[in-house]
């Protein structure tokens, strides 16, 4: 049986079947466009380059319509930016970079970060710029090598603005002159695409934009799409959290700590386990940072030297060069004009006081535990006073006294007479040289010489 119109033929079965084709082609239905949200804030260091280059490539299997990396950094490792920046730059999705919110900025490493996506975009109260390459690890560049990094830094910063249109010599100052912008500045002068003061303003403002994409023209279609916000794995949170100069010195000191006291005491196990964990937390640390290895050096100088202390007396000369070394160490490990790669005073001082004066308290223990009269042992018997229970007629004969609730053959330089009180002045063996207990040491010494 069949439907008939003038003129048609409509089979009964016809809506399923449009049905079933519509299910096939779309078996999870049509869904509203998305748009990826991921906010950074702080240094671009190894795992920034992880998480963002993750970003990009999930947004791209995920179909995500755009990308919008939310961004306020100080700047960071080149390396680091030249990863994300790669994955930027071959996309296969929007990549929005939005400088925000008001009062952060895009420094250095953030600089070419921006330039580097598709939209550029900033929030009013935010900066760009300070790109100037800086030489990390301490040691110094000369002119020849500073021209070269320089240079090269210029020329990549301007492909990158020449390949998105922007303005070429603006991006090539912030590496060459170490130039800075305003948000209004970067839009007035071609650096930026869109100001806008929060995300809701910016996806307005995106709404219909062209973007070259692959050769192609994508036009972005914002309003009305879903924003699906992305972050850091736990461990990506937690290396991140590592990659900060202050946290790095304090597990090496913890580190340090942790071995002393388990090479001190054997066999202890939890300050050996737990020194060595943090000093491998340390260590990675230190690849995401620009460390100076003399530093480091001078740190366990310093450390060794204080150790020593306590083992040989040098009468402070020890302690006082393994303090020097200490301070100037903590002073050079994080050699960095960079403010992210900086070592704090507020944890520099009272981490170097503290470390310090720990093994300055363990050298004044152990002397005044040596200047301590001996207590145990036949050592221990000098100064005592005893009672002899069999005189002493002449100096080549001996006695014997009771002393500490013990008989010791006992000598004297004189005559004594049974049951005279005595005190010990020496001990040779298993044999004791009394005086008088009313003769003073000194008398005694003066009638023997």
């Known amino acids: 049986m069949s439907f008939r119109l003038p003129g048609t033929f409509f089979p009964p079965s016809l809506p399923l079947f449009i049905f079933m084709i519509c299910f096939a082609v779309f078996p999870e239905g049509v869904r509203a466009a998305e748009i ?219 580190g340090i700590y942790g071995l002393f006291f388990e090479l001190s005491n054997p066999g202890s196990l939890v300050p ?42 040098s009468f402070g000369a020890l302690s006082i060069g393994g303090v020097t070394a200490l301070v100037f160490g903590s002073l050079m490990i994080f050699d960095s004009t960079q403010e992210w790669a900086r070592l704090s005073m507020r944890v520099l001082v009272p981490t170097v006081i503290v470390f310090a004066g720990f093994f300055i308290l363990c050298v004044w223990l152990v002397v005044r535990a040596q200047k301590r009269p001996v207590t145990t042992g036949l050592g221990a018997l000098v100064g005592e006073t005893g009672r002899l229970v069999q005189g002493i007629e002449n100096p080549d004969e001996s006695g014997k006294v009771v002393c500490r609730g013990e008989i010791w053959d006992a000598r004297a330089d004189l005559p004594l007479a049974q049951d005279t009180r005595v005190r010990v002045v020496a001990v040779e063996g298993r044999l004791v040289q009394v005086v008088p207990e009313t003769m003073s040491d000194q008398s005694s010494v003066k009638q023997r010489s």
Do not use: W
């Not at 002119?143 to 249109?165: L, Q």
């Not at 260590?283 to 450390?303: C, R, S, W």
């Open 36 to 254: 990826h949200l991921v906010t950074y804030e702080g240094p671009i260091t190894p795992v920034t380059s992880e998480f963002l280059v993750q970003i990009i490539s999930a947004a791209e299997d995920e179909g995500a319509m755009a990308l919008v990396i939310q961004l306020d950094t100080p700047g960071g490792l080149d390396t680091s930016m030249r990863d994300i920046v790669k994955a930027q730059l071959g996309a296969r999705v929007p990549v929005i970079v939005f400088v925000a919110p008001s009062g952060s900025r895009a420094a250095s490493a953030g600089a070419f970060i921006t330039l580097a996506g598709h939209v550029a975009a900033m929030a009013p109260g935010t900066n760009i710029g300070s790109a100037s390459p800086v030489q990390m690890g301490g040691a110094g560049m000369d002119s020849t090598m500073t021209h070269k990094v320089t240079n090269d830094a210029a020329a990549y910063i301007a492909s990158i603005a020449a390949g998105k249109d922007r303005n070429v010599e603006v991006a090539r100052s912030f590496v060459t002159e170490a130039a800075n912008l305003t948000a209004a500045e970067a839009l007035e002068k071609g650096v930026i695409e869109i100001i806008a003061p929060n995300l809701p303003a910016l996806l307005d403002s995106l709404q219909g934009r062209r973007v070259v994409l692959d050769g192609e023209t994508v036009v972005l279609e914002t309003a009305g799409a879903d924003i699906v916000e992305k972050s850091m794995s736990s461990r990506q949170k937690l290396l991140k959290a590592l990659a900060n100069p202050n946290l790095a010195y304090i597990l090496m000191m913890l």
């Open 272 to 313: 050996g386990i737990l020194g060595g964990i943090c000093l491998l937390l340390a260590l990675f640390a230190f690849q995401t940072l620009p460390v100076d290895y003399t530093g480091i050096a001078l740190i366990l100088l310093g450390v060794i030297m204080l150790i020593l202390e306590i083992k040989v007396p």
